[in-house]
Nanobody, 115 residues
Framework: QVHLVESGGDLVQPGGSLRLSCAAS????????MSWFRQASGKERELVAS???????YYADFVKGRFTISRDNAKNAVYLQMNNLKPEDTAEYYC?????????WGQGTQVTVSS
């Protein structure tokens, strides 16, 4: 079992920045991928960015140049630095862990971009 806890969501004005954090605990596999997804109201959940433990980073086109994913493997944590936020970035953001044939989700953290 892997437990994920997200934090950092907030209300921010357009053009602002936020940093989301996700801490994983439990049976962490040595080779894993940690990702951020988001789900806006009335829409399907979509992949924002992912980062493998050893290497490999993926960004969705709609966040390239604005968001940065990073990891602290010693802390089993993943972060999402979000800059130049837009109203269309408003969503519930979820942390995802995939490793050893298992997949887990965090409870989500709300990001609202509005003036």
């Amino acid at each position: 079992q892997v437990h994920l806890v997200e934090s950092g969501g907030d209300l921010v004005q357009p053009g602002g920045s936020l940093r989301l954090s996700c801490a994983a605990s439990g049976s962490i596999d040595g080779l894993n991928v940690m990702s951020w997804f988001r789900q806006a109201s009335g829409k399907e959940r979509e992949l924002v960015a992912s980062m493998a433990r050893m290497s490999g980073i993926y960004y969705a086109d709609f966040v390239k140049g604005r968001f940065t994913i990073s990891r602290d493997n010693a802390k089993n944590a993943v972060y999402l630095q979000m800059n130049n936020l837009k109203p269309e970035d408003t969503a519930e953001y979820y942390c995802n862990y995939a490793g050893g044939g298992r997949e887990y989700w965090g409870q989500g953290t709300q990001v609202t971009v509005s003036s």
